[in-house]
């Protein structure tokens, strides 16, 4: 096996989690779960299959002083900050470049810091397996998740052929990446089967994964090589600056997942949630016998099917039930269960009348 | 027309209104509407036709500081503080004996301080309509709420003879007082007629009152003389403790009102309501067009009939209708609205498990 590189990818705002997530602390720096925020619980992941010094971290600028602080067990040279989000292929393009110079036959695992895994162990195979696929074949890994119900609120993969073999974990060739699918859709995927959650999580040779990049979004490869070639010079902040600012926003499924035809896909049977609002994080949290999720100081009365989350006051819930409540300094969200994703709404107000002590 | 002093009774701990409302900070102390507190409002109403030199205020010890503070147009001398509280006839009967030392001829209009009454000019009318019963027939005169719905929530007071003659505000001799009734039998004395909301406001002679606890309430009469006895001297404060400390808690409806002949009832049409809990703050507050009645910072989506009051956060309300949802320093309560009795369970909670950082 080559040398394993893990990119997390950190730069999301996460404004489907106020109040818990701010502007200068969104989702992935959250203790949602126990003590360890959800980054730090990513980090552990790898940590159990690959040196510290191979974890990279993809960033924004606006989030480096809670990165460095729930970082402190990587090298800082580790840190890559983007200067401005631009999604996740130019994302991991540029981390790319970073590891090339290193390694270019390096395995890159590439993961987003927000996610809800389980099963550190199974998680470790599947990627494991992955990197195998991407070393022999020359090829980019999906890991896809097995659906355990017809969900609209992620986008699929289609398999095409099996090349399990002798394998433990299956594994397949990718027909198509769609898009998140209706109800009706959603249910005739899972009728038919060969369809998995995308879980945006990627693995594949450095150099062949630039090789994409260079082939369906060209423009990008040039950009980013003018940014490799001052790496480590003191122009570099500059010059990455200057270009990064300049580059199509556009996601990796989009720009090149959908186009090459060296894709693969592993299965995922962990416990995988991508914790996309309150609703989700509700749903994988620990219950008491009145089905309530809390955390924090609280006073429950007459009240069940709730989330309460408070982190320095106190929360009183009196006769209400299916909802979600959560204290975060000096704001407060109280929410139905049902309407977790109009949350954004919340933060749209607040952006355009100007409360940024609020966000 | 004899001097007229009010003594308003501001000693209630209001755990109805946590968490607005805390041991050091009740209800009568809370700026529920504009920008004057309940007490305030009180204040003022009474300083329409009466000199604040003859405004009086009995409360705990535990509410100096507050109390101080927000009655600084007062003479500091006019705060009465009770070592304990002991409900409102030993808190009357308390004021009747500072009273009687300076004029036992006066007229005394009690009322508490944590009603809601608009329309300052009727109250000042009705007041000084039963100051003149009271005067004229040495009575004590209670002022009866015109009921407009058979609230359970309220006690309630029958008339007999009507005595209004030639004066412009209705008054009746008083058949008796009834306790709260149930749903059925306050729809009964709406159809039959004759019955006011106990509303707490009683006016009378302060010596009449006096001779009323001699005859009614002998102990606690031969008690407030040997405290009246000391008023002005050194050892005033520790007699006034001993004392009262063993009195009886009794309030002046069941200790005089339910016993005495010289009974008189004078008509209330102004705006009244006791604000037994957020839901009569909620009724009475004024609403936005969806029936939402905000104070503070808050984003409310897709919320309707609502009371949502922040002290010094932002609250947001998605996906809601008929909660309360009060922040208050550390403390959040969400409530279902007709829930809104159950606060006190809250109190009780924290109370009991010694959580007074929160109270």
New interface residues.
């Given amino acids: 096996m080559k040398k394993l590189y893990s990119l997390i990818m950190a730069g999301g705002s996460g404004t489907r989690f106020?109040?818990g997530s701010k502007a200068a602390k969104p989702k992935q720096y959250l203790n949602l779960f126990g003590s360890e925020s959800l980054l730090q619980s990513t980090i552990s992941r790898f940590a159990k299959f690959t040196s510290n010094d191979n974890i990279y971290i993809v960033s924004g600028k606006n989030q480096a002083k809670v990165l460095e602080e729930q970082t402190t067990m990587l090298p800082k040279s580790n840190l890559i900050y983007e200067p401005v989000g631009k999604n996740t292929l130019p994302c991991i393009g540029l981390a790319a470049m970073f590891a090339e110079k290193e390694n270019p036959d390096g395995i890159m695992v590439v993961s987003p810091a927000d996610h809800l895994i389980e099963n550190d162990e199974l998680f470790k195979d599947t990627v494991l397996a992955a990197s195998k696929i991407a070393d022999k074949r020359d090829g980019i890994v999906t890991i896809g998740i097995t659906p355990t119900y017809p969900a609209t609120g992620y986008g699929y993969v289609q398999t095409a052929e099996d090349i399990t073999g002798s394998e433990k974990i299956r594994q397949y060739k990718v027909e198509q990446f769609v898009e998140k699918p209706d109800e009706t859709t959603a249910k005739s995927y899972l009728a038919k089967g060969g369809f998995f959650w995308n879980s945006g999580l990627f693995v594949f040779k450095v150099s062949v994964f630039i090789d994409a990049v260079k082939e369906f979004a060209p423009q990008l490869y040039s950009d980013l090589r003018k940014i490799q070639a001052e790496l480590g010079m003191p122009t570099f902040e500059n010059t990455l600056d200057t270009i990064y600012r300049a580059v199509e926003s556009i996601s990796v499924d989009y720009g090149i997942m959908e186009h090459a035809r060296n894709i693969y896909l592993v299965e995922g049977n962990f416990v995988w949630n991508d914790l996309g609002s309150w609703e989700s994080v509700y749903l994988t949290s620990k219950k008491d016998e009145n089905q309530n999720a809390v955390s924090g100081?609280s006073?429950i009365?007459?009240s069940k099917n709730s989330y309460v989350s408070?982190d320095?006051?106190?929360?009183?819930?009196?006769?209400?039930d299916d909802?979600i409540?959560v204290?975060d300094?000096?704001?407060?969200?109280?929410?139905?269960r049902?309407?977790a994703e109009?949350?954004k709404?919340?933060v749209d107000?607040?952006k355009s009348n100007y409360?940024s002590q609020?966000l």
């Fill in positions: 106020w109040p100081e006073v009365i007459d408070s320095s006051g106190l929360i009183a819930l009196v006769g209400l909802v409540v204290q300094g000096n704001t407060t969200l109280v929410c139905k049902d309407k109009e949350v709404k919340v107000n607040l409360k609020f």
